[in-house]
Structures are given as C-alpha cells and as structure tokens.
C-alpha cells in the first residue's frame, strides 16, 4: 500500500486553524445549549413550585365549597396535568389536565414507593408514548388522608428551543469551518509568500544558480531571520567553491610547473647515459663531460626535491622550533656566505632607515623569535635572487632594524600585520631594473620567473621564503619600482620587547 502524500505547510495550518476555530464555536454552542436548557428547566420547575393541588382537588375528599368546576372536557386551563394516588399508594386512573389532542402524560409508576424522586424534588420523566415525545417535568405533593398528588407540566418548549439552538450551532460550526477554509487558505497563502519566494529562490540554487541570494523583505520576522542566515550560509559556501577551484587551479599549475622542471634534469640524464650505453667508444673526456652533466642535472633535480619537500613540510605545520634569533648576525652570515660565491658583487649592512629620517649609521641587535636555520635560509634566498637579477655592477643592500608596521598596501605573502603593531626588518634592496607591477603580486608563486626571458632558475626560492615568513607569523613585502630597483622586505612580529630602546630586542 502506497503511503499517503504529506500535506504542505499551508495545507495543515489551513487544516489546524479550521479544526480549531471549528472545536471552539461547537463547544461555545454547546456551552452555550446547556445553559439555555437549564434556564429553560429551572423556569418550568419555578412553575411547578408555584402549583400545588388544593386538599378538595383530591379523589373522594371533600371540602366546604366541594371541588372547582373543571374547565372543558375535566380539564384545567393550562398544560398542567396532576396525577393521585391513593392511600394504599396505587396509581388512580383518573387525572386533571388538558389532553387535547390525545397528548399521552408521564410515564409513571404504578405504585407510590417506585416514584422518585420524592419529596418535593422536581424529576424528568419520559412520555408514556416514547419515541420522539417531549419528556415530562414532575414534583409530588403529600395530600390528606396520606394520599400523594403528582404535578407535571411538559418539556415541549424547552426541547424544541434546544433542538434549534442545537441545529443552529451545526449550521453556524459548518459555516464557520467552511470560512476559516477558505478565508484562511488565503491568509496563509499571504503570511508564507516570503517563505514561497525562499524557497523558490532555493530551487533555483539547487538548480545550479549559485550566484543567487535568497530575498529578504524584514530582517525582525522568522522567515527574514531564515533569509539571512542562509544568505550567510551561501555566502561562506560560495567562498568556499572559489577557494577550492582556485586551490585546484593552483594544484594543477603546479604539478605542470613541477612536472615541467623535473622533466629538463631528468631528459638530460637520460640522454646523457644512453649516450654513454649505445656510445661506449667515446673519448674519455667526452664521457668525462657526460657524468659531469648527469651529475649537475641530478643533483638540481635534488634540490628541487627539497626545496618542494619544504615548502610541503612549511605549508602542513608552523614553526615547531623557536628561540631567539639575531637577525642582525644572521644577516651578516648570509651577507659572508653569498660574498663567497659572488666575490665581485658589492654587498651592504646598513641600519633600517626610519620613516622620519634616515640612518645614523649605527647598527643595532635586533632579535625575534623563530627557527634560525629557516631564516637564514630566507635571506640566502633574498640574497640569490638579488645578485641572480641584478646586473653585475649594481649594489645590494641589507637593512636590519625595528619599526612598526603600516597599512602601506605592498604585494606579499603572510600575515597582515595591524598598523602599529611592533615589528622586526630585514630588507634587501638592489638597484637592478625592478619588476613590472603586473608581475610583482606573482613573484611569490611556485615556479613563477617574471620577465620577457625569465632567469634559469626553479622559481621556488622566493615561494619558500614566503612560506617561511608566514609561518613564523610574519609577512614578506615587495616594495619594486621599475628601473629603480625592488626592495624584498622581511617583517616579523615583535615577540621578546617593544620598539624604542637603542638595543633593540623585538
């Protein structure tokens, strides 16, 4: 058996409101019947407390003036009927009353201790005919010579008004439903419209329309609340989709990027030996010259191993290692280390030039928190590609020092530090021909080498050094002016003590 189909929301707060508002007229009427029909009671057991049969209107008992003349027929002039028993407590036959029409009276008992209530208490009896004839109100009355009269009057006016009351509150329950079917469907139809248009504007969503918000008409009612926190909730999904293609934009350039550099070294070496496989009378100075090449080509492809092994290790966990290290020698080591291998390149350490004057020529201790090694390695790196691309007679210049960080918007990698905030520098100046500012916000990429004709090189260096600064939680500027030189600008937050003092320790 198929299970019925839910209702829709508007369908059973339809179906609610009518069953309610339904409920609520039926049980007023019927309130309302119950105490019409008790007042209506009360008012014929009034007229029964007002009636009570004189002692000569009793079978065989006489009186002075003897009993009343009776009306037409022996009956009295009202609806009222009396019944006797005797003083043996057997019912009498004979009765005073109208019976016009053949009206049948209470259906009462034959012997007087059957009758009840007694006492003066009124009771309903039902019709001797039964069926559908009124019941009857009856009170009994102690008379003389121990005889015992009945008074009853009929329930003919109070059950018709209480079946019309009655029919009258089915009709006004039925109308009632009907309206609130009717009146309510629109008024739901109405109140949900801004539940309507979210969720159309969902189906859509669903659809694909991902650019879509849903409407939001008042902010301070449920369904505007709901509006803006999915408008919330699809603003950080949308972030979150671009984020990823843009992840996987970038994990797919790189392993292009990497592929393609891994694939020069490696199709050299296979060159190279099956050179010296399918060639083995080559001279010993050409084989010489083959594993010379086999060497040189394995051993870049090793350091481009490492060098992506790094940047892995730097991007899965921060710095583990910290302890304070002083930028200032670590400066100088670097500065010695690149003087060795370009031994004709004029290298400075000069102090960092305030925003408000210039150096006064003295150097000072600057330390910060972090791992020494990978900072050495950052400005090795710095140092590479300043003398890599700049021209051999131009100067580089390394500037140590502490300061505080600005809300100058240079392209970089890391951490945006507030303005004010405490920071250590090193920077490395050169006055080589710049980098043109559509390439500068890249030059942080894995494997990018600007210019028309990039320098040979794995473009990773500066990748690392990013990746480094931003670890420690720091950030590495570019500050470039093309044909005046760039400017690679290191800062670290201040971890060990506030800016100011000549011997600085930041």
Not at 61 to 73: E, L, Q, R, V
Not at 480 to 489: I, K
């Amino acid at each position: 058996m198929r299970r019925p189909r839910p209702r829709s929301l508007r369908a059973r707060l339809v179906l609610v409101a009518g069953v309610l508002a339904t409920g609520v007229v039926l049980l007023c009427q019927l309130a309302g019947l119950a105490v019409v029909r008790d007042w209506l009671t009360d008012q014929v057991d009034a007229r029964l407390a007002h009636f009570r049969p004189p002692a000569q209107f009793y079978p065989g008992a006489g009186g002075p003036g003897g009993p009343p003349p009776p009306g037409p027929d022996g009956a009295l002039p009202s609806d009222y009927r009396v019944f006797f028993y005797d003083r043996d407590g057997n019912l009498l036959p004979s009765s005073l009353g109208s019976a016009a029409g053949g009206r049948p009276g209470p259906r009462l008992p034959q012997r007087e201790a059957d009758l009840t209530p007694a006492g003066g208490k009124p009771a309903t009896l039902p019709s001797e005919g039964g069926g559908r004839a009124s019941g009857w109100r009856v009170v009994s009355y102690q008379g003389p010579d121990r005889m015992r009269a009945v008074v009853a009057l009929p329930l003919d006016a109070v059950d018709g008004v209480t079946t019309k009351l009655l029919w009258f509150s089915l009709g006004l329950g039925a109308v009632v439903a009907a309206g609130v079917v009717v009146l309510g469907n629109g008024a739901v139809r109405l109140g949900l419209r801004p539940l309507t248009r979210v969720e159309r504007t969902a189906q859509q969503i669903t659809a694909g329309a991902l650019e879509l918000n849903v409407p939001v008409a008042d902010p301070d009612t449920e369904v505007g609340r709901l509006g803006l926190a999915l408008n919330t909730m699809l603003d950080r999904l949308r972030t979150a989709l671009h984020r990823t293609e843009a992840s996987e934009a970038r994990l797919r350039h790189f392993v292009a990027d990497a592929g393609h550099e891994l694939r020069t070294p490696l199709t050299a070496i296979q060159g190279f030996a099956e050179l010296l496989l399918e060639a083995p009378e080559l001279p010993a100075d050409r084989r010489r010259e083959a594993h010379a090449l086999i060497a040189r080509n394995a051993d870049r492809m090793s350091r481009l191993v490492d060098d992506l092994f790094l940047l892995a290790k730097l991007g899965a966990a921060p710095v583990v290692h910290r302890e304070p290290v002083d930028l200032l020698s670590l400066a100088a080591d670097a500065i010695a280390t690149t003087a060795i291998r370009h031994p004709h390149r004029a290298i400075t350490l000069e102090p960092l030039p305030t925003r408000t004057a210039e150096a006064d020529g003295d150097l000072d201790i600057v330390e910060a928190p972090g791992d020494p090694h990978q900072l050495a390695q950052v400005l090795g790196n710095l140092l590479s590609n300043a003398v890599t691309h700049t021209p051999a007679t131009g100067r580089v210049r390394v500037r140590v020092g502490a300061a505080r960080a600005t809300a100058d918007a240079h392209p970089g990698r890391g951490r945006q530090l507030p303005p004010g905030t405490p920071v250590c520098v090193v920077e490395v100046a050169d006055d080589g021909p710049g980098i043109d500012p559509d390439d500068a916000p890249r030059v942080f990429d894995r494997f990018y080498r600007a210019g028309p004709a990039p320098e040979p090189g794995s473009g990773l260096g500066l990748a690392i050094a990013a990746a480094v600064a931003t670890a420690h939680g720091g950030r590495l500027e570019l500050d470039s002016r093309p044909g005046r030189g760039c400017t690679f600008r290191l800062l670290l937050p201040d971890g060990l003590s506030a800016v100011g003092r000549r011997d600085k320790r930041c």
